[in-house]
């Protein structure tokens, strides 16, 4: 119990009335999980290659669903600071890490059940769609169930990130830019620049270990360390963010 009076479970019932009564929240994350399947089942349909990795080409919505969960995740702080809902919050629950916290795990979880059934329409539908000759994977084959879920997983870990980054910096504008910079800009650079910091970008790590069954060169690490990777993204910008929070004023 606070010195407020509210626990952990009465935060998270509030952010969760937030969340659900957002309507244009959940039009636009289903929308963008709807974007994530449908480049799935194209890139399932252009595939040609019988000795390629059929699941990684069908997860490759994965890299449109990422942008959506993590400005999603910004905004989900910076337009109750744009909005002014904010100082109704803290003005309820003072201790802002709390609501950092609760905010985190009820976004968390709504990203991770939209990830998991992007993914895996994704993945059935983009595999119905292979042309003849080319390999049907299963879920039931070596290591494609892996591949299904922990692409689910990191476009729960991106929405995370970018509630650490909306806490950041706490300006909608600058915290989808550099949501968008971060995921898409900054591996493109150090990608082209040849750089070995490449293995170590989350988008690098999804297209490259996390959706892929026969994980590309440079990626020899095991998918659940990678996993880690990203995942101490999100905790970093969690935590920093929350650190922000709790010393800056409104």
Same mark, same amino acid.
């Given at each position: 119990?606070?010195?407020?009076?509210?626990?952990?479970?009465?935060? +998270?019932?509030?952010?969760?009335?937030?969340? %659900?009564?957002l309507?244009?929240? /959940?039009?636009?994350?289903?929308?963008?999980?709807?974007?994530?399947?449908?480049?799935?089942?194209?890139?399932?349909? #252009? /595939? %040609? #290659?019988a000795?390629?990795?059929?699941? #990684?080409?069908?997860?490759?919505?994965? !890299?449109v669903?990422?942008?959506?969960?993590? $400005?999603?995740?910004? !905004?989900?702080?910076?337009? &109750?600071?744009?909005?002014?809902?904010?100082? =109704?919050?803290?003005? @309820?629950?003072?201790?802002?890490?709390? $609501?950092?916290?609760?905010?985190?795990?009820?976004?968390?979880?709504?990203?991770?059940? +939209?990830?998991?059934?992007?993914?895996?329409?994704?993945?059935?539908?983009?595999?119905a @769609?292979l042309?003849?000759?080319?390999?049907?994977?299963?879920?039931?084959?070596?290591? $494609?169930?892996? +591949?299904?879920?922990?692409?689910? @997983?990191?476009l729960?870990?991106?929405g995370?990130?970018?509630?650490g980054?909306?806490?950041l910096?706490?300006?909608?504008?600058?915290?989808?830019? /550099?949501?968008?910079?971060?995921?898409?800009?900054?591996?493109?650079?150090?990608?082209?620049?040849?750089h *070995?910091?490449?293995?170590f970008?989350?988008?690098?790590?999804?297209?490259?270990?996390?959706? @892929?069954?026969?994980?590309?060169?440079?990626?020899?690490?095991?998918?659940?360390? &990678?996993? *880690?990777? $990203?995942?101490?993204?999100?905790?970093?910008?969690? =935590? +920093?963010?929350?650190?922000? !929070? &709790? %010393?800056?004023?409104i």
């Open positions: 119990m606070t010195a407020d009076g509210y626990t952990f479970r009465h935060v +998270a019932w509030m952010e969760w009335i937030k969340l %659900r009564t309507r244009s929240t /959940t039009w636009t994350l289903s929308v963008g999980m709807a974007a994530t399947v449908a480049l799935g089942v194209v890139a399932g349909y #252009n /595939t %040609r #290659n000795g390629g990795d059929p699941t #990684n080409n069908v997860l490759a919505g994965v !890299l669903g990422q942008v959506i969960t993590g $400005v999603l995740g910004a !905004l989900a702080v910076t337009g &109750e600071f744009g909005s002014g809902s904010i100082t =109704t919050t803290f003005g @309820a629950v003072p201790r802002r890490g709390l $609501v950092l916290a609760a905010k985190a795990v009820v976004w968390g979880v709504a990203f991770l059940v +939209a990830g998991e059934a992007a993914v895996i329409a994704s993945f059935l539908l983009g595999v @769609a042309r003849h000759g080319v390999p049907r994977p299963t879920l039931g084959s070596p290591d $494609v169930l892996r +591949a299904v879920l922990m692409s689910g @997983a990191y729960a870990l991106t995370l990130a970018g509630l980054v909306g806490a910096l706490r300006h909608g504008a600058a915290a989808v830019a /550099t949501v968008v910079g971060g995921l898409f800009v900054l591996p493109v650079i150090i990608g082209a620049a040849g *070995a910091a490449g293995k970008m989350p988008e690098m790590i999804a297209a490259n270990s996390l959706a @892929a069954v026969k994980p590309m060169p440079g990626f020899t690490w095991s998918p659940w360390l &990678e996993l *880690a990777i $990203v995942a101490l993204y999100s905790v970093v910008l969690l =935590t +920093a963010g929350g650190w922000r !929070l &709790e %010393r800056r004023d």
